[in-house]
């Protein structure tokens, strides 16, 4: 199979328009976790049209009261049709699950 190659935007859900065929660009609904983190990054441009939500959770890490650890990052996509989109970018975040966040140590 041919490589298809890297594209520069992502596209509406259910696009089909030329340039998602050829793989320049892709349909949000096809679009991959590291797809939609190079977005949120600026990497790939944002021809959805839709609205895009952020979730993050945090859980305190337990053996500093005071500090909290990352566990997930959620991306959510609202639909206009009432559905949404979700992806878990947590593994494509410069920010990695588990690392300890809390006051500064002097
Ligand atoms: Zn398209």
Redesign the pocket.
Known sequence: MDEKKRPIAI??PD???????VGE???LREASEDQIAQMLRGELRD?TSVPFRVSARWELYDPHPDSQHLVSVQVIADLWNGTTLTWDVTPYLDVLPGQVFGPPRD
């Open positions: 596209d509406p696009c089909g328009c030329t340039e998602c065929i660009y892709v349909p021809h």
